[in-house]
């Protein structure tokens, strides 16, 4: 596996690559708290059916910049930063890549195919379906929630400048991590602010058999060097980018799309998403989407907890182009 640094979009963004220099690029987009580290699996594995894989980290994850403006976090910005990887790692500016995303990947994932279509051969989508489009400029996404959940739901306390890095600080980066993902309730994150989400400091939390001491270290010590208050800029630029995607209001989604969730996934169970994934919208949203897959007993971090069985999903369906 190559490491390296692309120059694009005013940052360095680090990318992960294996796989033929000459082969069909799958460019695998991570989610929150993860980095390019969480397609350990999927990368070996589509590198040797002579695909390229590349992953990046994010902006403000890992080895990528992680500007200080909240402001730089924005979806133009995120999106911004992964056409100039696919420019500077394709051979001509009419190649597309095959795209997989999960989570925040998966999120930005779409915006890609709504923005830049011409860049995206099929997508591959995990956790997050298009329920999250561009709706009313006006409507505040963050407010809809702190109304639904109340102030201690996970998006809402991330908004707060500067809280929960410290309380993150305090509680210590491996537990937090061991925390979220090893999460498996199929509900709301709820944080209150007496900690009480993150467990006593003595208390062990056991680790799944898809999560190994050394992949939490890895996190770990990169998340310990860059800190959070980049990923959770993310969060908070929810109400911006509703604002932003005004001009793409009602825009569908015009490129070949698998999505899949699990069962037990905390984003199954957000308001309305179940009924969305299920029922006649996401297809009207997404016309070239193939029947959804709802993976039975598996939580949010799907590409880690089942590797497999992603990785020959992603590879099933982008066989087909």
């Not at 001009?247 to 799309?257: A, C, D, E, N």
């Not at 009207?284 to 590797?307: C, R, S, T, W, Y």
Request: charged fraction near 25%; aromatic fraction near 12%.
């Amino acid at each position: 596996m190559e490491h390296r640094k692309v120059r694009g979009n005013g940052i360095d963004i680090h990318v992960a690559i294996q796989g033929p220099s000459d082969g069909p690029i799958v460019l695998l987009l991570h989610g929150f708290p993860e980095l390019w580290y969480s397609w350990r699996h999927q990368i070996p594995g589509l590198a040797a059916r002579g695909y390229r894989a590349v992953a990046p980290d994010l902006r403000g994850y890992g080895d990528s910049d992680a500007p200080a403006e909240i402001s730089s976090y924005t979806c133009f910005n995120i999106v911004g930063d992964l056409v100039a990887v696919i420019s500077a790692l394709t051979a001509s500016e009419d190649e597309k890549v095959f795209v997989v995303g999960h989570d925040w990947g998966a999120l930005i994932a779409w915006y890609l195919c709504l923005f830049r279509p011409d860049k995206v051969k099929a997508l591959v989508n995990l956790s997050v379906p298009f329920s999250f489009r561009p709706m009313d400029p006006s409507t505040k996404p963050v407010d809809r929630m702190r109304a639904f959940y109340g102030d201690d739901y996970y998006v809402c306390r991330f908004q707060e400048v500067g809280d929960i890095e410290a309380e993150i600080a305090e509680v210590g980066t491996e537990r937090v991590m061991k925390r979220i993902l090893t999460y498996r309730t199929p509900g709301p994150i709820i944080i209150p602010k007496d900690k009480s989400f993150w467990g006593s400091k003595g208390e062990t939390i056991p680790l799944p058999t898809w999560l190994t001491e050394e992949d939490v270290a890895y996190f770990v010590s990169k998340f310990e060097e860059k800190g959070f208050s980049g990923p959770v800029n993310f969060y908070r630029n929810f109400n911006r980018n509703n604002e932003l995607l005004g001009p793409w209001v009602g825009s569908k989604i015009q490129v070949p799309t698998k999505f899949v969730i699990g069962e037990l996934d905390l984003v199954y169970y957000m308001p309305g998403v179940k009924e969305y994934i299920n029922g006649p919208k996401f297809k009207e949203d997404v016309p070239l989407l193939e029947e959804p897959v709802v993976m039975e007993g598996v939580a949010h971090f799907i590409n880690q907890e089942k590797p497999q069985e992603i990785l020959q999903i992603i590879l099933d369906f982008i066989s087909k182009f």
